[in-house]
């Protein structure tokens, strides 16, 4: 009874507070305000934590002075992770939501957040992400690569359920009560979003997945850049996995293992073709053909050309053989080794 009534309470004033750290990205910071500045719903305030960025964003936040209720914060250099719970403290509102700065909010999006949270209040939530019509080739094949169900986009999940989804921290929410609670985000680079979904449900916390809010997300603008971020990701796992140990899941492992059949795969071919005639050595690489056809074809209906198809298979490679690098070489220190993450990992953890 106590908890309707808390909710009920809640629902009569969602205050919300946008909460962008950012570091240069001065024209993507640009995009996202003006984003902003033309949402439905406009009861909101803006809070801009400049992470320690060479040259200052002051003018950009400048230009939105009459347009947003925004304030804008300039810190030393400490990462996203701190520079949120910053801007927590900054921030004036009861439910804190973060935009990273390569986003774009759709006009509706605080609108259907403030409607879904009153049909179904929460004190976490997260919004999925997708390609705008805009961004370039290979910007949508990454972002097909990185939200399909037939890659890490499926293995994440898309839970419905309440208490079953954890948000990534490029489109979320948490509420002021949840921040008082858990502290908001850990000592984590990477990897910090799920670090903190567990922290809620630890504290009984309920978290949902608001598919309708979505943002529209450039990701990475060169596979370089793709590559080295999920490789990242993939570093991250198990060392989340052994903070929070009854969250593991074996579906962890698909990454690394499509990486080492991969490999296989082509090993296979080039003993079938340097003599080895033996057609049972090609089994391996049809069913990989067949995979990257359906990426093809899926990647293909989404977007709508063909090129972008073809990019998919690539990013969607890239995809996997990092993060799943990145997973094998952060198990086997952590677990084979012994070593702890903080001497393995140093630049996983903020100082």
């Not at 805009?134 to 499926?154: E, V, Y």
């Not at 002021?176 to 850990?186: I, L, N, Y």
């Not at 529209?216 to 796992?237: C, D, I, N, P």
Request: one cysteine or more; charged letters at 20%; proline letters at 3%.
């Amino acid at each position: 009874m106590v908890v309707e009534v808390y909710k009920i309470l809640i629902k009569l004033n969602l205050e919300f507070s946008i909460i962008i750290a950012v570091f240069q990205r001065k024209d993507e910071l640009t995009e996202l305000l003006q984003s902003l500045a033309i949402q439905s719903d406009s009861d909101f305030e803006v809070v801009v934590v400049d992470d320690g960025s060479p040259d200052s964003l002051a003018q950009v936040v400048e230009k939105f002075r009459f347009k947003l209720n925004i304030q804008y914060f300039r810190k030393e250099n400490s990462g996203p992770a701190k520079s949120r719970n910053f801007g927590m403290q900054k921030a004036i509102g009861d439910y804190f939501i973060f935009l990273d700065s390569d986003t774009i909010a759709p006009p509706n999006y605080i609108e259907t957040i403030r409607k879904k949270l009153e049909e179904n209040y929460t004190d976490a939530f997260g919004g999925p992400d997708a390609a705008d019509e805009n961004f370039t080739d290979l910007q949508k094949a990454i972002s097909f690569s990185m939200t399909s169900f037939l890659t890490t986009g499926g293995i994440r999940g898309k839970s419905e359920k309440t208490g079953k989804f954890q948000p990534r921290s490029f489109n979320m929410g948490i509420s002021k009560k949840a921040f008082e609670k858990t502290g908001g985000f850990g000592n984590l680079r990477f990897g910090e979003d799920p670090d903190l979904s567990i922290n809620l449900w630890d504290n009984g916390l309920e978290t949902q997945l608001i598919k309708e809010a979505f943002v529209y997300h450039k990701r990475r603008t060169s596979l370089r850049k793709f590559s080295k971020q999920v490789y990242q990701f993939g570093v991250a796992r198990p060392i989340l996995n052994q903070r929070h140990p009854k969250y593991k899941n074996i579906t962890f492992w698909l990454p690394t293992i499509f990486g080492l059949g991969f490999m296989l795969a082509l090993v296979c071919i080039a003993l079938y073709f340097f003599g080895y005639n033996k057609i049972l050595l090609l089994i391996p690489a049809f069913g990989y053909m067949v995979y990257f056809i359906l990426i093809f074809i899926f990647s293909v209906i989404e977007n709508q050309k063909l090129k972008i198809g073809f990019l998919s298979i690539g990013t969607t490679i890239i995809q996997f053989i990092s993060y799943g690098f990145g997973f094998l070489k952060s198990w086997i220190y952590l677990n084979v080794f012994g070593m702890k993450a903080e001497k393995a990992f140093p630049g996983h953890f903020m100082k």
